[in-house]
Nanobody, 120 residues
Framework: VQLQACGGGLVQAGGSLRLSCAASGGIASIRVMGWYRQAPGKERELVATITTGGSTNYADSVKGRFTISRDNAKNTVYLQMNTLKPDDTAVYYC???????????????WGQGTEVTVSS
């Protein structure tokens, strides 16, 4: 399974970016899809998750500013980030639980990360 993330970049504080992450490779089903981030010198942290049915969960620091969504037909998860702050600067990673055709259980996969830099 491959997770291809894109959409990062450099933006001024108050600006917006939209990240996307497409999963591919013999996928039978996907359960939770999510975004995590890791800032320089800090541990990786949860940003947001979304279930197959559309239930979402957000870190307190992004509630009201970020919106996670997914297209189940395209095996793709999105993260709309508005009102960005310098503290949002990090490498953003997509993460998902995938069951491949022929497998009984799901496995957890990470994307390669996309860098977001917010200037003040």
């Amino acid at each position: 399974v491959q997770l291809q993330a894109c959409g990062g970049g450099l933006v001024q504080a108050g600006g917006s970016l939209r990240l996307s992450c497409a999963a591919s490779g013999g996928i039978a089903s996907i359960r939770v899809m999510g975004w995590y981030r890791q800032a320089p010198g800090k541990e990786r942290e949860l940003v947001a998750t979304i279930t197959t049915g559309g239930s979402t969960n957000y870190a307190d620091s992004v509630k009201g500013r970020f919106t996670i969504s997914r297209d189940n037909a395209k095996n793709t998860v999105y993260l709309q980030m508005n009102t960005l702050k310098p503290d949002d600067t990090a490498v953003y990673y997509c993460n998902t639980d995938v069951r491949r055709w022929g497998d009984i259980s799901s496995r957890n996969y990470w994307g390669q990360g996309t860098e977001v830099t917010v200037s003040s």
